[in-house]
């Protein structure tokens, strides 16, 4: 039997080893979670993690839109076997395309009294429930406020928070100066079609961290990007 959630990392080599399997239960938590991460981005997620924390031991990874926990459960799986924390960054408001009329909107996660979204306590609960809270630190704001007084360097950042022209731009430049060299820079919603989806991942955080100088691609699954810190 595969030791799927061993309750220390390092009884089991497997969790350690860049690119092994996501154990079988956390995927299992992940897959049901409601969010929006395809099952072969996040498990590219997973691994690029792992690799990042082999190579930065002891940093901390990041992400910048958690929604309800889907894609957090992957970092915090690799956090947990890589004995590092991610940091789940979002306002939990919603995005544009989140908001009530819109294509990705669920009713079930707005808060009636005030009317506007709050995917916070689904947050906190699928996290919960995946078995990684201490794993998980949940940081509720604006990004680019949070970036303006950020100052850890990471391991790996995810960005999958705004997807408009400004949002994405704020979150390249506030969050990427983060990365330590050997980490990673990992993009959601990258699409250089512009027939599959909106441009500004692309535009303002793809495109721009190619031309930087400071990150070389990695990987690319689905619209999922990662790009190694080099500089
Ligand atoms: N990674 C998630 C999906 C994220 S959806 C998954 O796997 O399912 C985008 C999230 O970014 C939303 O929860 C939204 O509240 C958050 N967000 C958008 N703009 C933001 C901003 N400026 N600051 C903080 N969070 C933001
Ligand atoms: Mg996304």
């Known amino acids: 039997m595969v030791p799927v959630m061993a309750h220390h990392p390092l009884d089991s080599d497997q969790l350690l080893r860049p690119g092994g399997a996501v154990p079988a239960e956390l995927r299992a938590h992940a ?11 996040g498990d590219a997620l997973y691994d690029a993690a792992i690799a990042a924390s082999v190579d930065c031991p002891g940093l901390a990874l990041l992400e910048v839109g958690s929604y309800c926990g889907r894609s957090t459960i992957w970092l915090a799986g690799a956090a947990r076997a890589s004995a590092t924390v991610v940091f789940a960054v979002d306002h939990h408001r919603g995005s544009e395309e989140n908001q009530s009329g819109w294509e990705h909107h669920d009713p079930t996660v707005v808060d009636e009294r005030i009317g506007r979204m709050d995917t916070l306590a689904t947050f906190r609960s699928t996290v919960y429930d995946a078995g990684v809270e201490d794993s998980v630190i949940a940081v509720v704001g604006q990004s680019s ?15 999958d928070g ?40 692309y535009e303002q955080i793809f495109l721009p961290a190619m031309a930087s100088g400071r990150f070389e691609l990695r990987s690319a699954t689905g619209s999922l990007r990662t790009l190694r810190c080099i500089a």
């Open 145 to 159: 406020v949070v970036a303006k007084y950020w100052s850890t360097p990471l391991a790996l950042l995810f960005i």
């Open 31 to 41: 897959v049901a979670a409601k969010g929006f991460m395809p099952a072969d981005e």
């Open 162 to 201: 705004g997807h408009g022209a400004e949002p994405a731009r704020r979150d390249y430049q506030g969050w990427t100066p983060h990365i330590a060299i050997g980490g990673i820079l990992a993009i959601h919603d990258v699409f250089p079609d512009p027939g599959d989806g909106g441009r500004p991942p």
